[in-house]
């Protein structure tokens, strides 16, 4: 076992608004099916499977787990520097992100290959079959963060998000290196990690996220206990979707942060993405915890949108919620530490 690397939890956070979000960019393209999967299959004939299904929609979606990071960042008056790689199809994505103040200038254009792509059909019980193209994120792994940590005005802290796995394990590494604080989130790519390589990604962490799910797998890949992880980490972060997160530290007990109510649930897509951008903005200025609730309110903006970047943060838009999920006290607290975007829309036309 590894010797710890125990993060600082006191100054987790402290001053850090110039956020390098390294991962995944992607298009997705979802369609529905509208009856089922399961009827369509014969089960003495499942060895020869040949099939194709009349779709009767097509929606096609801004999305990868950096990029939907990155564009709540910007809706919330950041300025995020997002780090990955795309195919030179990627020219109106970028526009779009621009315009949503991030910054994309060390964005790798394969020569190559196209964005990556999520190609989803799902039928009337919402049962779905998948398909995921990586394309130009498999060159992921050739960026240097050493030119974005030289940028003007640096960078306080870089968020390691789904990606190719060696460009997770280099950029973890060049963290280190270049005495960067960074945040782990292995989310989905942990079943792609062997042990050594998922304990190299979390061990140093200021913020570690992970779902539920994923942090039972993150103990049983790693065989680390939870006390482990947490003697390596500043602050872990398990969301648990509708029961809201859980923040754990070393020596502290858990805190638990309600999920923001709501009564419309359009697309859970990004969602867990929205709560990252809403926590990382916050962290600067509040504790853990009051972080984490304007995390969960970004998050439920985003569940009550269509696609995981077509939702509005304004003042208009968060404050009510905010109220209305941890009351008065708590939203003076984060109101007065921080500085949410206007009255006007902070998105664009889609």
């Not at 956020?19 to 299959?41: E, K, M």
């Not at 020569?111 to 398909?131: G, L, Y």
């Not at 994120?137 to 960026?143: L, S, W």
């Not at 709560?275 to 504790?287: E, H």
């Amino acid at each position: 076992m590894s010797s710890p690397r125990t993060a600082d939890p006191a100054g987790a956070g402290a001053g850090a608004t110039r956020i390098a979000v390294t991962g995944s960019i992607a298009t997705d393209h979802l369609t529905s099916f509208p009856g089922l999967f399961t009827d369509q299959l014969i089960a003495d004939r499942l060895h020869t499977v040949s099939l194709s299904f009349l779709v009767d929609e097509l929606e096609v979606r801004r999305g990868g787990v950096a990029a939907n990071i990155a564009f709540g960042l910007g809706c919330l008056g950041l300025r995020p520097v997002l780090v990955g790689a795309v195919g030179a199809d990627f020219a109106e994505y970028r526009v779009w992100l621009k315009e949503h103040g991030v910054d994309t200038d060390f964005v790798h254009v394969s020569a190559e290959r196209q964005t990556a792509r999520f190609q989803c059909i799902t039928d009337r019980a919402q049962n779905q079959i998948a398909s995921f193209y990586s394309g130009a994120m498999e060159e992921a792994a050739g960026i240097d963060l050493a030119p974005v940590a030289r940028r003007p005005g640096g960078i306080d802290l870089v968020l390691v998000s789904p990606n190719d796995p060696r460009a997770m394990l280099r950029h973890t590494a060049q963290c280190r290196e270049l005495g960067l604080p960074f945040a782990s989130d292995p989310s989905q790519q942990l079943p792609r990690l062997t042990r050594e390589q998922a304990r190299d990604l979390v061990d140093g962490a200021r913020w570690l996220f992970t779902n539920d799910y994923e942090a039972s797998l993150l103990l049983e890949l790693t065989g680390w206990r939870q006390e482990d992880v947490l003697a390596r980490v500043g602050t872990w972060l398990v969301t648990r979707a509708e029961h809201g997160v859980t923040l754990h530290r070393r020596d502290t007990a858990p805190v638990d942060v309600p999920a923001v109510p709501t009564t419309r649930i359009a697309d859970p897509t990004g969602v867990g993405d929205a709560f990252r951008a809403g926590f990382l903005a916050a962290a600067p200025a509040l504790d853990p915890a009051d972080a984490a609730r304007f995390g969960c309110t970004l998050a439920v903006l985003a569940l009550e949108s269509v696609g995981p970047q077509d939702y509005t943060a304004t003042r208009e838009s968060l404050l009510p919620r905010i109220e209305t999920a941890y009351g008065p006290a708590v939203a003076e607290t984060i109101t007065t530490a921080l500085a949410l975007p206007g009255d006007e829309p902070s998105s664009g036309p889609a």
